[in-house]
């Protein structure tokens, strides 16, 4: 193996009649599953036109002459009328047969089927690549492992959801990034560790454990933006924090990177019925399933959730049933809830006895729960973003006759609307905004950078990414501009006047010099942008993540100059609480509770 990945030889595929159209179609077929695979950074892929020259040579020396670790060789043969797609992954140095398949379409069809026979090719590959490569990696000791094979042991250590196993893949994590700083997927594993904690384990550190997921999994994605999977990680992270927008916005991306993953879609499928959208999560569930027949049994607890949300009781019931040993607190509760809205009482209360069994277990330590506290954390283990959904879990539990009294979600809500929030506002007021602060009230024009205070208002104590600040566009990926160090500073410069230009502008209402400058000072932002790496470094970067620091720094300050002019009270204790950078807060000195949504009343 060379770097961290696999090498994948691709070869031209055989065409057994020699036909002309057959040869189209197989080169065609050849081309596409090259693109396609390259959508898989933990690939590496040998093209197919390095492949001709060895074509007819053994799978070792195929191996050894392109620096190969795999070869997947094809063949397209005619059966009547009816044309036969064959493809075969060898491992390079023992000539091992890893995986095969055939597909067998009607000759009319076969350019309506394309898409879906190179997707399956190229999802199946990818995970029979990773499964050599993990049953490679349990052979030699961990010191003679790469980063990439690392990687792939603490993801699977992951899967089997035990704090013990998360403690071992995040030492495996660490190891990966002491050989590889800048390797994006260890940051990905620690941030899922932490997630696994955060979700399904140790409620009594949810806070901490919830804010490490979330910066490791940036870091991430800091260093690879164009890598799916951590897109669907810091998504994931987003959606359970009930940032719904944002988790939205990940979960696309992550799909038009890739869409033929199998695992991004199973996770994918979960998520989309947290979001309201179960009818798009079975979509996601069946193509997974679909591209990775040999998928592991985990896929079905994923697949059945949205067809629980989408109502679907019966079918949720079969998929779910299908389920061994995977270790899911709430799996029981939804059985039986499922059950009762079915009308099967008996078999509804033995799972509901059995999620009762596991909250104790699992959740309360032994200690016996509250009334209505297995409902309360199952309300928050999932991130529902729909109240029918909501509605959904309050009813079934209602049919297995525990209504939960009062429950602390609901208390907590009550206490939350006190009068204390009624002392301290920060609302939207028109079209400006309304701040309430030591008894004292100002009205200010809307600016980005009060939007960015009010976000992190909504989450004190939290760092939030300045991506998930800054707005974005889908299009803006990508750029490999490189400046030499006297362009910087020279872009540095005029940024900084172009700011202070803006500010005063703003300050005099000239709204149309305010809009030139603004518009100059984002151009030449992205600019450098596009050609800084982290720490300012000279480097050819894909994110956006230098440009959003620098705009929502600037806002941010700027909003708070502009608050501290007409409340100086509130401008300094913003100016003392904020934290700006690549992650940002809100860090009073001691807790302040404040309004942010409603009626001003002014």
């Known amino acids: 193996m060379t770097g961290h990945h696999p090498v994948l030889a691709l070869l031209p595929f055989q065409v057994a009649s020699g036909a002309e159209d057959d040869a189209l179609v197989a080169q065609g077929l050849l081309e596409d599953i090259c693109g396609e ?264 607890a994923y697949a059945a959730l949205p067809h629980f949300v989408a109502r679907d009781f019966a079918r949720a019931l079969e998929i779910g049933s299908k389920t061994v040993g995977i270790p899911m607190v709430d799996m029981p509760a939804y059985t039986a809830i499922a059950f009762a809205y079915l009308g099967r009482m008996d078999e509804a209360a033995r799972h509901l006895a059995t999620y009762n069994d596991e909250f104790r277990k699992r959740i309360t330590f032994g200690r016996e729960p509250e009334p209505g506290e297995a409902l309360d954390w199952l309300l928050d283990a999932n991130p529902y973003r729909r109240q029918e959904d909501i509605d959904l879990l309050l009813e079934g539990f209602r049919l297995l006759g525990d209504n939960g009294a009062k429950t602390a979600r609901a208390v907590d809500r009550q206490r939350s609307n006190g009068g204390e929030r009624e002392r301290h506002a920060f609302l939207r007021h028109g079209d400006g905004w309304l701040v309430n602060y030591a008894n004292r009230r100002a009205i200010l024009p809307d600016l980005k950078g009060l939007r960015d205070i009010h976000s992190l208002l909504e989450r004190p104590g939290q760092d939030v990414h300045c991506l998930d600040l800054a707005e974005r566009q889908g299009d803006a990926y990508g750029g490999d501009d490189v400046l030499d160090d006297k362009a910087r500073q020279s872009l540095k410069a005029r940024i900084s006047d172009l700011q202070e230009e803006l500010a005063e502008a703003e300050d005099m209402n000239d709204t149309g010099r305010a809009e030139r400058a603004r518009a100059e000072m984002d151009r030449l932002i992205e600019t450098l942008a596009k050609a800084l790496g982290l720490g300012g470094r000279n480097r050819r970067l894909g994110g956006l993540t230098e440009r959003a620091r620098t705009t929502v720094t600037w806002r941010i300050r700027h909003a708070v100059r502009r608050i501290e002019a007409v409340h100086e009270p509130l401008g300094k204790h913003l100016a003392n609480s904020l934290r700006t950078g690549t992650f940002c807060s809100y860090r009073p000195e001691r807790p302040i509770s404040w309004r942010l949504t409603g009626d001003s009343g002014a």
């Open 37 to 300: 695979l390259t959508r898989f950074p933990s690939l590496e892929i040998v093209s197919w036109m390095s492949g001709l020259a060895v074509a007819d040579r053994p799978d070792r020396e195929v191996g050894e002459r392109l620096g190969a670790t795999h070869v997947l060789r094809g063949r397209v043969r005619r059966a009547g009328d009816r044309l036969q797609v064959s493809a075969t992954l060898v491992e390079a140095l023992r000539g091992t047969q890893l995986w095969s398949e055939r597909f067998e379409v009607p000759d009319r069809d076969i350019f309506a089927v394309e898409a879906e026979i190179v997707a399956r090719i190229a999802a199946t590959l990818k995970a029979r690549l990773e499964e050599s490569v993990l049953k490679e990696s349990r052979r030699k000791p961990p010191e003679e492992l790469a980063a990439y094979e690392l990687s792939l042991r603490g993801m699977a250590l992951l899967r089997q959801g035990t704090p013990e196993a998360d403690e071992e893949a995040r030492a495996l994590f660490r190891r990966a990034l002491d050989l590889d700083p800048h390797y994006a997927r260890a940051h990905a594993g620690l941030s899922l560790s932490w997630f696994n904690e955060w979700s399904c384990q140790f409620w009594d550190r949810f806070q901490a454990n919830g804010q490490l997921a979330y910066e490791h999994a940036h870091r991430a994605l800091d260093l690879d933006d164009s890598d799916a999977m951590l897109h669907v990680v810091i998504g994931r992270v987003l959606l359970y924090r009930r940032e719904f927008e944002q988790a939205s916005w990940y979960f696309d991306r992550a799909l038009a990177l890739c869409p033929n993953d199998a695992e991004n879609l199973i996770q994918l499928s979960i998520c989309e019925a947290y979001m309201g959208r179960p009818e798009v999560g079975i979509e996601h569930a069946a193509k997974a399933m679909r591209l990775n027949p040999y998928h592991p049994n985990y896929y079905y």
